[in-house]
């Protein structure tokens, strides 16, 4: 193994190289760099061009300021050199540009990877699983659709449309009737077809879906709850007890009783958890990810107690489904502290909630969780807009190799050896479908890279993407390059991870 | 009640329908009413092509779509039906709304009718119906060479690679490499600074950036056929290597090219699209689908028809190329037997 990713790394190293030598001679050779001096009247004309001159060394050969550039990226790799991507023409260090870039681009990466993966994953397999039916048609309408949209106009179309209607609806949070019974008629649909079965059973889950939603929000726009929203602890009491149960049947079924019962203790622990950790969390002295963090760890070491003295023989998945449900626990009390913020934020940026240029508000004035509420209020339609055009691929694919997984033999020996059929899906025909998964999403983030530049465009971000068009329009070699560099060494470094990580998976695969 | 018998996949198809017949001389099983039908494998494919409803219908709107686009304001200089033309300005007419109504007197009351200007006005009084065409004839333009240019490309390498094998193999691989790990957006936005805003010019510019996919497929499936018995019988026999590729390989990779050949065109009008909202691509005075949402960016609180059209257009046309190559990759997929009602 360790030869064979010494020659990726080599052979990729080798790429990469020519490929950034080919990008520098396009984007030296795209334009003039000095279009806009020239152009210039003032007096300090000759003395400006002079120096861009010597900022880009624009007097020496392409394949020396190439090397140049070269020499300052080394020194991310080369301990003891300080890394150089070089400066943009106006004498900023791209460095700290792309430093300060960063962690914009990859957050809207990050998000909306995890989002289509996750939407991509269930609705693939929920429409493989029921292959034909009214659910599998319209989620392969969908994705065709989604597939077929220009991410530019769907992203367009969620600031100019999405975004005033939502902000305009906040400052009056009603849900009327009718509005009410069209979400219910959503949700009784995906229930329906969720459950298959006979017809008697499909409308049972549909009225009961269709008619708890509608009574829902009824019942939360009559107590104003869309202006002050919170879980509040009778809420992350039902989540928390309500996902145990899903975990606890997902993992071992609910006829495994150590599971269900160390699932429940879990959620339980941490209803009672939240009564401290909320408070505590909201004080301004303690907000911070770090504490989220050890609170988490702290979490995870309980329920993995908890799995243990209550596991009896079910140990193992016991102390596994404890950890997730933890987790889901934690995510639910960390919902409601966030949903508790949003009228403090509301009041700050004077109740349009969602945000649709930049990426946070210009020296905002707001506590932690504020803070947090910008970030996401701002990061919210540009990854709506990255996920939606992204969950197509994931769900045709996610359908096929399910479909694929699904007639194989060993499912069919799974079946007949008594199994039953949760079993059998999660453990034998999932598990094997969501394999080479890991290939697509590994190969998918470079077109993520690449729709982030169009969504920063259109949002407005100080991102990479940003950097990239601007860099390309005024004939800046090194911004570009600064973000190609990013890139490409992104894709190479996941697809290498990719590799491996399919061989851990799949036992086939040998190294 | 007909089934479908897979024929002799021959080099050239037979075209005749062979009816199996009972010793009787009757169609065997015609007494229950069930006819065996042989078919050859050219006929198979258009069969299930044929009946695949969502492929049918797209493929009709597309057509309609492109008809539209190059009939009503002309293309190569031949005047269109369309009486007024995408550079003329005029005179804002009701501030520049649009004249198309669909909707039923019943409902609006004010009946069917295209009028003056049945996509609006832009700011400066052009027809935007008219401009939408022009977009949307150079945005179809750029799709379809970068379709052909980059089959062309991406067949001819993947064969060499995967024929010939040894170092020319690996020569090519390497390329195909460069260009496949950068994404595609970013080589295109780079190379789109070269072609001066021409749409013809972008086209080629774009083909250099999506071929090495259909590389890789072409020479994955030339490298399992280059081992057939028909290949080495093709050999024995003194075949040239340039006969065995045209002749014999190629006719068997035919599905893997055309299902790729058309997802290339929906992926290729999207990224010009793309391409030109960022204003990397084509330039004025030439106009594109994407360069008018982008020209036009501003205008949407005011004037909503700007944004929805040149939109509606690129999501039919990708949408529509979509479910063509769904159904070709349905009918070509040896595997498939099953004809979709």
New interface residues.
Partial sequence: MGVLVARRLF??TV??L??SF??FV??VN??DPLANLRNDTSPERDTKIARRIAILHLDEPVPQRYLKWLRGVTGCVVPGRDCDLGTTVNDQSVTALVSEALGATLRLVTAALVLAIVLGVAAGLVSALRQYSGFDHTVSFTA??F???????VA??LK?YLAIGANNWFAEPRIGLASALAVAAVTGGAAGALVGGDRRRRWLARVTAGGLTATILVQLSREDWFRRPALGQAGIAVLSLGSALGIAYLSAGLGRRAVLVSCLATATEGCLAQVVVTPWLQDPLWASWTNVLLLLLVALLAAAVTGVALGAQDRGTAVRASMVTAAATGAFILIDILLRAVPGYAALVNGRIIATIGSQTPEFAGGFWEQQLDILAHLLLPTLAVTLVTFASYSRYSRGTMLEAMSQDYVRTARSKGLPERVVVVRHALRNALIPLTTVAAMDV??L???A??TE?VFGWRGMGTL??GG??QVDPNP?MG??LV??VA??ALNLVADLAYALLDPRIRL | MTLDVPGVAEDGARPEVRVLRGPDGAEAGADQGLTVVARTQRQLVARRFLRHRAAMAALATLGCAVVLAFSSIGVLGLPGWWGQSYATTASLADGGRMTLDLLPAAVDGNGFAIGEHPFGQDDIGRDYFALTMRGAQRSLTIALLVGVLSTLLGVAVGACAGYLGGPVDNVLMRGTDLIIGVPALLVAAVLGRYCGGGAIGLAGLLSLVVWPQLARLVRAEFLSLREKEFVEAARAMGARPGRIIVRHLLPNTAGTIIVNATLTVSAAILLETALSFVGLGVQSPDTSLGKLINDYQEAFQVRPWLFWWPGVFIVLIALCVNFVGDGLRDALDPKQNKVRA
């Fill in positions: 052979i990729s790429t990469l020519m490929s080919l990008v396009l984007v795209s334009g065709f659709l597939f077929s949209l220009p991410l530019f106009w367009v179309l100019q470079g077109a890279l690449g729709g530049v169009i465009h990239f068009l390309l329009l570009v973000f190609f890139t490409v894709v190479i």
